[in-house]
């Protein structure tokens, strides 16, 4: 079956790459481990499921050394069929076999755009899971197709992410979360970029969100966010809730602001006496969003709802934004939201 993963072979890939003699990534070592993985694709001759090798090319050329020939070795694991839905649960599965045989990943996240390297991001979505070493990391990385293996070079992928926090806008994507684990020690977390432009925030909010219940899905997580919002003449309440695992919504809490506001429905928001929302909120939620699942989401129409209603509240700028308490902890990892440009109050 095209769509079938096979745990026994994951695992075996998953082993063989940890395990791989990469030779400084030369082509000498490389091209015959990857010949070698291309031949036990058990009769699979589609050309999503073919291993291939990424060379150091134009956008490659500034994050490695010099006489370093490749960095990545790409290894399809499941080719599922049923769209992003069927990429994301092939994705979540075969998190969970290799999350059973290494342990919880020290790293995991989404790329969004820009990827490593200036890739564009899968239109599915862009979840990783990356069991670091020292010289060479393993990553369970979404391909175009669906879930794939990805060894690479631990060095240059790095330099690469520290290199973008330099503050200009959509430098980074995504989110990035990480353990305390001994396999950490001297990571590096570049800088954020923030924006006090409405229509970049609502862009990279509507980014931020197309994608999100597939990836939330594919991970195995569920986000938990509180936006604060520094509506004049009130301390900077708690406006919005957003809960993401298999489902995305977001509610609104009109209650901080008194009655003399704009009605929330002209914006999009559905009243909770109209239709109840549907997940489970810790903020008061007398507007929602409705819920979304994957392939479901309009993140543009999202962001500008919420954009267009901060800016009749009279929010001067998104730098007036913040997330809740605890927000940026997911299970055991912490994470930073580098696409939706946020974080925690200090």
């Given at each position: 079956m095209t769509g079938?993963?096979?745990?026994?072979?994951?695992?075996?890939?998953?082993?063989?790459?940890?395990?791989?003699?990469?030779?400084?990534?030369?082509?000498?070592?490389?091209?015959?481990?990857?010949?070698?993985?291309?031949?036990?694709?058990?009769?699979?001759?589609?050309?999503?499921?073919?291993?291939?090798?990424?060379?150091?090319?134009?956008?490659?050329?500034?994050?490695?050394?010099?006489?370093?020939?490749?960095?990545?070795?790409?290894?399809?694991?499941?080719?599922?069929?049923?769209?992003?839905?069927?990429?994301?649960?092939?994705?979540?599965?075969?998190?969970?076999?290799?999350?059973?045989?290494?342990?919880?990943?020290?790293?995991?996240?989404?790329?969004?755009?820009?990827?490593?390297?200036?890739?564009?991001?899968?239109l599915w979505g862009s979840p990783f899971l990356r069991w670091r070493d020292r010289e060479d990391t393993l990553e369970l990385h979404a391909g175009e197709h669906g879930p794939e293996l990805l060894l690479q070079p631990t060095e240059p992928v790095e330099n690469w992410f520290w290199r973008q926090g330099h503050g200009e806008h959509h430098a980074i994507g995504g989110f990035f979360g990480t353990r305390q684990d001994p396999a950490n020690a001297g990571l590096g977390f570049p800088g954020r970029w923030r924006t006090d432009d409405w229509d970049v925030f609502a862009g990279a909010l509507g980014d931020f969100l197309t994608t999100l219940p597939a990836e939330t899905t594919a991970l195995g997580i569920e986000l938990d966010l509180g936006f604060h919002a520094l509506v004049p003449g009130t301390y900077g309440p708690i406006l919005f809730h957003l809960s993401c695992g298999e489902r995305l919504e977001i509610v609104y809490d009109t209650e901080p602001l008194g009655a003399d506001i704009t009605d929330p429905a002209s914006f999009g928001w559905i009243a909770q006496a109209t239709r109840p929302a549907a997940l489970d909120h810790w903020l008061e939620c007398p507007y929602h969003s409705g819920d979304f699942g994957i392939g479901e989401v309009d993140g543009r129409a999202l962001g500008r709802m919420i954009v267009d209603t901060l800016r009749d509240l009279g929010v001067e700028s998104p730098k007036q934004l913040s997330l809740s308490d605890h927000a940026q902890r997911v299970g055991e990892y912490r994470v930073d939201y580098y696409g939706l440009t946020l974080q925690e109050n200090p």
């Open positions: 079938a993963l096979d745990e026994a072979r994951l695992v075996d890939l998953a082993r063989r790459l940890k395990g791989a003699e990469t030779g400084d990534w030369s082509g000498a070592a490389l091209r015959p481990l990857a010949e070698d993985l291309d031949q036990r694709r058990n009769g699979a001759d589609a050309s999503a499921w073919a291993v291939r090798l990424r060379s150091v090319g134009r956008f490659e050329r500034d994050f490695v050394p010099d006489g370093q020939e490749y960095v990545g070795l790409y290894v399809p694991v499941a080719v599922p069929e049923g769209g992003a839905a069927g990429k994301a649960a092939a994705f979540r599965d075969a998190a969970q076999i290799l999350t059973k045989e290494f342990g919880p990943a020290p790293i995991m996240g989404v790329y969004g755009d820009p990827g490593p390297f200036y890739d564009s991001a899968p």
